[in-house]
């Protein structure tokens, strides 16, 4: 998409309808001294990004503020101070961040990319064109909650299951999924559930995230008013798309609010996530803080609050293998870059190991 595209009216937005305030404002004081004009990044690609402004769209080089560590990049969202005299210009700086939406990399290094700053409320679009993934909703909300944003799951496509029934045992699994979420039912076609969306996106930063197919591009049209994000078909064997969001762009809505959109996201790997696990899974943590033993890992302890919960039936299996599933993946995210940590882990394997010889030959009668 073109910001090009915009008519010059609504590029003229006050700085307020960006999300400017007077906290943002004191932190700015320096800059301002300095010459530096404030303004909201509304795209990044090669080393530019467009910055809007209170006089309108700057595009500036990001040279300064392009460190060797990902997270410290600029990002959609963030706000810039830019140096707006002479050819080319850029931005110096940029203010302290309020919340950060980050994913682990596919890289093995498992470096952390920022998706989108200083956002209020994470909107996950889960298509409700095919089955439903629990798990990877759950990832997504794990990344939410860890960023110090909102979230908010939105079932798209709701036209495609016209029977309410239906419908209602799908919302059902997944407001059980999502713990202290509002799930919300949604159609870009026949409008169902857009005005109640536009009223929550209607104040702060929202970011739209999801998968490719899941509809995001076509809800963002749906809350501007007008078709300014390209959409493409779903195939109908799997309901998947291509990505026809391929940078992430800050949008300004009409009713209010600012809407981050984003491409379609293949991998959604957590970092550094552990308390946004604890927030999806908070049924799990209020069992385990009833262990006999602070350190229960919910496998046969005896006295063991989590495992008497599954005995049960008032904990489902699939949370539990699922909760254990993310702890183990972001205790290995957080292990590569914390030498402490790996150090802790190989001492609890060495205590297990030697435990279980010394089981094994208790069995024996003393022969090893």
């Known amino acids: 998409m073109s ?31 300095q010459g530096l004009v404030p303004g909201r990044v509304v795209r990044v690609d090669r080393g530019q990004c467009d910055v809007l402004t209170a006089d309108g769209m700057v ?28 050819n080319p210009r850029y931005v110096k700086a940029y203010l302290p961040r309020r919340t950060a939406f980050v994913r682990s990399t596919s890289s093995q290094r498992s470096e952390g990319q920022i998706l989108a700053a200083n956002v209020d409320h994470a909107i996950i679009a889960v298509s409700l064109a095919v089955e439903l993934d629990l798990g990877r909703i759950e990832r997504f909300l794990a990344l939410a909650w860890e960023s110090g944003a909102q979230p908010l799951v939105v079932l798209t496509k709701a036209d495609l299951v016209p029977d309410p029934v239906t419908l209602g ?15 919300l039912t949604v159609s870009s076609h026949t409008g169902e559930g857009t005005d109640v969306l536009g009223a929550i996106v209607g104040s702060g930063t929202s970011v739209l995230l999801g998968v490719s197919g899941a509809g995001k ?43 981050i959109d984003t491409p379609g996201l293949r991998g959604v790997g ?24 602070h350190d229960c890992a919910h496998e046969a302890e005896p006295g063991c609050a989590v495992l008497s919960a599954l005995e049960s039936g008032a904990l489902p299996e699939r949370r539990l293998e699922s909760y ?44 090893v």
């Open 270 to 293: 957590l970092f550094d996530a552990e308390a946004g696990v604890g927030q999806v899974f908070s049924e799990i943590e209020e069992y385990a803080a009833e262990c006999r033993f």
């Open 59 to 86: 595009r500036a080089d990001t040279a300064f503020v392009t460190p060797h560590d990902p997270l410290r990049v600029i990002c959609t969202g963030d706000w810039a101070a830019v140096e707006t005299a002479g």
């Open 3 to 33: 910001f090009n595209a915009f008519p010059q009216a609504s590029l003229a937005h006050t700085l307020t309808s960006l999300g400017w305030d007077d906290a943002w404002a004191a932190e700015f004081t320096p800059y301002a001294e």
């Open 217 to 259: 591009s076509t809800l963002a049209n749906a809350l501007l008013g007008t078709d300014v994000m390209e959409v493409q078909a779903t195939r109908d064997i799997d309901g998947k798309g291509r990505h026809t969001t391929t940078t992430r762009n800050l949008l300004v809505l009409p009713g209010g609010g600012v809407l």
């Open 324 to 367: 254990r599933k993310l702890l183990r993946e972001n205790q290995r995210i957080v292990a590569k870059t914390d030498a402490r940590l790996r150090s802790e882990i190989r001492r609890d394997w060495r205590l297990k190991s030697a435990e279980g010889r010394a089981n094994y030959s208790a069995k024996r009668g003393g022969r």
């Open 169 to 183: 045992h799908l919302v059902q699994d997944v407001e059980t999924t999502a713990p202290g979420v509002q799930v």
